[in-house]
């Protein structure tokens, strides 16, 4: 089992649509939690860190669940410009990231 | 200018051959990262190093070995490559001071392509 696991995708939505990513984690002591967006050929760039309390960045929201070892994102009113491949990460101890296989997003006109 | 730089950013070499890849940061970082990403299995953890007297391995250093000239600088190392190296590689960095724990900056990626 990988220790970071998302949702296979991907995901076609048309522009306007809410769309909903979902990752799970399987080692229970890992301490922080993040999002990054993946364009195309390009690095990775953190789009949002995770709080257990919930947070919002405008259209993006994103949730933990310590509990259930579970992460989402969720992004509202999708724009063209919100196309890109999507990455759960978390840290572990150490310091050190361990990376979900990414979800391709592609919004439509 | 780009805060991490790496170099070169396309590479195309044979079997056998050794290949260095080079970073280099300008945000005053203490740890870097060298990753490789390959298609369906997200970016995986080759070498890292907390400071310039640190070395650790991650999650696949077998064929790869890195140096720490300076705060600035983290180099990958292809002893002898082979075709399962084939891959786009990543560089970053982090400070771990940020309050939401250990956000990484990448450099843009070197693709590696080995014949």
């Known amino acids: 089992r990988k220790e970071v696991e998302q949702d296979p995708g991907p995901f076609n939505v048309p522009e306007g649509a809410t769309v909903a990513f979902n990752c799970t984690y399987s080692?229970?002591?890992?301490?922080?939690f993040f999002w990054y967006r993946q364009d195309c050929r390009k690095e990775p760039k953190l789009l949002m860190s995770v709080y257990s309390s919930g947070n919002e960045d405008g259209r993006f929201t994103a949730q933990l669940n310590r509990a259930s070892q579970y992460i989402s994102l969720l992004i509202r009113d999708s724009k063209l410009s919100d196309s890109a491949t999507y990455l759960c990460?978390?840290?572990?101890?150490?310091?050190?990231?361990?990376f979900g296989q990414g979800t391709e997003l592609s919004v439509k006109p | 200018d780009a805060d991490v730089t790496q170099t070169p950013r396309n590479r195309i070499t044979k079997t056998g051959k050794r290949i260095m890849l080079e970073c280099s940061q300008t945000k005053g970082h203490d740890r870097m990262y060298w990753y490789r990403q390959d298609p369906g299995l997200g970016l995986r953890l080759i070498y890292y190093?907390?400071?310039?007297?640190?070395?650790n391995k991650g999650e696949i250093s077998d064929g790869y070995s890195v140096s720490r000239q300076a705060q600035a600088k983290f180099s990958l190392s292809l002893e002898s490559a082979i075709p399962n190296q084939t891959a786009l590689y990543f560089c970053?960095?982090?400070?771990?001071?940020?309050?939401?724990?250990?956000?990484?900056?990448f450099g843009p990626g070197t693709r590696l392509t080995v014949l």
């Open positions: 990460v978390v840290e572990n101890q150490g310091g050190k990231l361990i």
């Open positions: 080692n229970s002591a890992s301490q922080s």
């Open positions: 190093s907390f400071d310039v007297k640190d070395i």
């Open positions: 970053a960095t982090s400070d771990n001071r940020d309050r939401a724990g250990d956000t990484q900056y």
